[in-house]
């Protein structure tokens, strides 16, 4: 299990930052964060300096919502400007053309396999997942230039990788009692209210149940996306809203929704000072992904490292097949785009060695 949290974070990493050093400090810091609280074998308190609430850690619902939405949220307010062209709030048609389906074909089955994949991993969910979909089509497309300007295929790969974790952390949860995401850790937690307990017995003991609940996402998905087609109009018209409302909106939905998790202002400050955060990480190029998801992943990486230490000593990390190759595959993660952009460099270099080389024949002649 250390292993593959150890995979899933350089993924994360190799895809979240143009400096592989920044997302591996940036990572660095999550796990560094997740030691907060009480330590995973002994019980012991580690950094809260007398403060009762960091007990229990930094609540993971107060800080994902700082670093992403508050973080945002403080950026777009410093950098505001008044913009003389007005939002688009009217929708045209939104069933596309055979011809942008034809586009759509390969982001799709390319997003369908990540977020398959990278639902399997625990914890990395559906943000993770669009983020290397969108990555992995920007560099499968003809037209790389066009994404993050609204292209058709980086909408497609992004949105299908996200939704396509369902399955595989669907599978997580339920063959191994692992929360593949924050929707399943709650779906655990209601399982575990009723006395079930996720894992191999469950699908012995409990058949019918697993059927049941499979059918239920299914069922799920598809009101979801008629729901989705009916509101959205109205959804767009947000967009007439000045800006200072929205943002005040956001921020009130940000603080009730935050307290709500735990009844408590502690929470609430600590997603405010995660967006103070976040805003700095932001604008000095450091990714919040891997924080997050160090903070998630790291006292599941801890516990079973510790464990996995105790039993058997270090030599279990590269004896142990599945384990080895998980360490591999991180290394060659970390290792995949330092090459890539040196080879990059090398040809950028070559290319302008050579048409200085041109440009000097050319004036001796």
């Known amino acids: 299990m250390f292993a593959l949290v150890v995979f899933g974070l350089t993924v994360m990493i190799s895809i979240s930052s143009r400096s592989i050093l920044k997302g591996v400090i940036a990572g660095i810091v999550g796990l560094a964060i997740a030691t907060i ?168 003991n409990n058949p019918d149940l697993v059927v049941t609940i499979a059918t239920i996402m299914i069922v799920a998905t598809v009101l979801s996306l008629g729901i989705s087609l009916v509101r959205m109009r109205g959804m767009v018209k947000l967009l007439d809203l000045p800006n200072h409302y929205l943002w005040a909106g956001i921020l009130v939905f940000c603080v009730v929704g935050t307290y709500t998790t735990t009844n408590n202002m502690y929470t609430v400050w600590v997603m405010l000072v995660s967006g103070v955060v976040g805003v700095i990480m932001k604008r000095t190029g450091f990714p919040a992904g891997p924080v997050v998801l160090g903070l998630l992943l790291g006292p599941l990486a801890e516990a079973n490292l510790r464990r996995a230490l105790l039993i058997d000593g270090p030599a279990v990390l590269v004896t142990q097949p599945i384990a080895a190759v998980l360490l591999v595959l991180a290394l060659v993660g970390l290792a995949t785009p330092i090459v890539a952009r040196a080879r990059t460099a090398r040809r950028e270099r070559a290319a302008r060695e050579a048409e200085l080389e041109k440009a000097t024949s050319g004036s001796a002649r």
């Open 37 to 204: 609280g009480r330590d995973p074998i002994t019980g012991d308190g580690r950094f809260v300096f007398g403060v009762n609430d960091l007990n229990s850690g930094l609540p993971f619902i107060a800080v994902i919502i700082g670093l992403f939405g508050i973080a945002e949220l403080f950026d777009q307010i410093l950098t505001h400007r008044a913009h003389v062209v007005k939002p688009i709030s009217s929708l045209g048609r939104w069933r596309p053309t055979r011809g942008e389906l034809k586009q759509m074909g390969k982001p799709f089955a390319l997003g369908s396999v990540i977020g398959t994949v990278v639902g399997v991993v625990p914890a990395a969910g559906g943000d993770i997942a669009g983020l290397i979909g969108w990555d992995r089509a920007k560099r499968m497309s003809k037209e790389p230039e066009k994404f993050g300007k609204g292209s058709v295929e980086g909408l497609a790969a992004a949105d299908t990788s996200s939704s396509a974790t369902l399955g595989g952390s669907l599978t997580t949860t339920m063959a191994l009692g692992i929360p593949g995401d924050s929707v399943m850790a709650v779906m655990v937690g209601s399982m575990v209210i009723w006395g079930l307990q996720p894992g191999p017995s469950l699908f012995s």
